[in-house]
């Protein structure tokens, strides 16, 4: 069973940046596509970003060009470096695994845009 723990959430202003990490444990983590999800209060759980194990990315239209997904095989991390972030920006950020018909998620990490 893959373990997902985020981390690298926090406070910053609009403008700002963060890098979120998410660090799986299990050995299928080269195998599985990763993906970072966020979820504002009051609304539904929205994909961000998806890589697969060939180091494809995807994007979501609204956030192409200011957000950028990335793997470490060797350190089985997934990253998200976030740029020129907005308030709107502001949510629970979830990291996600899927490996066939396994999928896993993480417990989320805060990211709060003031402006």
């Known amino acids: 069973q893959v373990q997902l723990v985020e981390s690298g959430g926090g406070l910053v202003q609009a403008g700002g940046s963060l890098r979120l990490s998410c660090a799986a444990s299990g050995s299928a983590f080269s195998l599985s596509t990763m993906a970072w999800f966020r979820q504002a209060p009051g609304k539904q759980r929205e994909l961000v970003a998806t890589i697969t194990t060939g180091g494809n990315t995807y994007y979501v239209d609204s956030l192409k060009g200011r957000f950028t997904i990335s793997r470490d095989n060797s350190k089985n991390t997934v990253y998200l470096q976030m740029n020129a972030l907005k308030p709107e920006d502001t949510a629970v950020y979830y990291c996600?695994?899927?490996?066939?018909?396994?999928?896993?998620w993480g417990q989320g990490t805060q990211v709060t845009v003031s402006s």
């Open positions: 996600n695994s899927a490996y066939g018909p396994k999928s896993a």
